[in-house]
């Protein structure tokens, strides 16, 4: 699934299970850096190494606080994939 289509998906799943709407404005933002970084790959192809790649050059630029909500945002979408490949396949 492409990362554009992975957003859209969490989005919409995020916006259902009662996400602020500016905490999905935010999200919004951080899935836009992450597609214009990685291009819109396919987001299975995204290794460890590669988002820690992203991270590592991201705080050169970032104050810890803005490098921990990259994260947290990371972290999220990453895990509600793997839910949703796992119960596609069960």
């Known amino acids: 699934m492409l990362l554009s289509k992975a957003w859209k998906l969490y989005e919409s799943d995020k916006r259902i299970e009662g996400f602020s709407p500016h905490?999905?404005?935010t999200y919004r933002l951080q899935?836009?850096?992450?597609?214009?970084?990685f291009n819109d790959v396919n987001i299975e192809s995204l290794t460890t190494d590669h988002l820690k790649g992203y991270l590592a050059k991201s705080?050169?630029?970032?104050?810890?606080?803005?490098?921990?909500?990259?994260?947290?945002?990371?972290k999220s979408i990453f895990r509600w994939s793997h839910d949703l490949r796992m119960a596609i396949l069960s």
Do not use: G
């Not at 899935?31 to 970084?37: A, G, M, V, Y």
């Not at 705080?59 to 990371?74: D, G, M, N, T, V």
């Open 59 to 74: 705080s050169e630029h970032l104050k810890p606080s803005s490098l921990a909500h990259r994260i947290r945002f990371i």
């Open 23 to 25: 905490t999905l404005k």
């Open 31 to 37: 899935s836009k850096l992450l597609i214009q970084f």
